[in-house]
């Protein structure tokens, strides 16, 4: 089971179909051009040891620039803390958030552990063979 805990507002799908929960900010701030900011949203969430949140940005903001930094961000099953979202302004406007607008979004997942993995270097990589 997978519990969410607010302080202030629920974290619920917009549809049954919805595959993310919205998160929304918890508090009023002001994104300059270019900038990073941490977000808090007042939410906690609890889930079994195999499954994962990702915090992901939302498609209506993404498109006008406004995105979550370091999509997806990861939250471990074994995190305890307030659920956070870094947001980025992408766009040569000061963006203001609101207390309760819609900044992200959670998606749970079920994780694999490969076990034990043997990590080796190889030669190579990203653009390794030429850009040609």
Not at 20 to 46: F, Q, S
Request: proline share 3%; charged share 25%; with cysteine.
């Amino acid at each position: 089971m997978i519990l969410i805990s607010s302080t202030v507002h629920k974290c619920e799908r917009a549809t049954h179909k919805s595959a993310g929960y919205d998160i929304r900010a918890n508090g009023e701030y002001h994104l300059m051009p270019g900038e990073v900011k941490v977000i808090g949203t007042g939410i906690w969430v609890e889930m079994p040891d195999d499954v994962m949140a990702m915090v992901c940005s939302r498609s209506g903001l993404a498109s006008r620039g406004i995105v979550v930094n370091n999509a997806p961000g990861i939250i471990d099953a074994d995190y305890k803390d307030e659920v956070k979202v870094i947001l980025m302004n992408q766009t040569d406007d000061i963006y203001p958030v609101n207390d309760g607008d819609k900044i992200a979004q959670l998606v749970f997942t079920k994780w694999l552990d490969a076990g034990d993995v043997v990590s080796i270097h190889r030669e190579g990589g990203l653009g390794s063979t030429g850009d040609k």
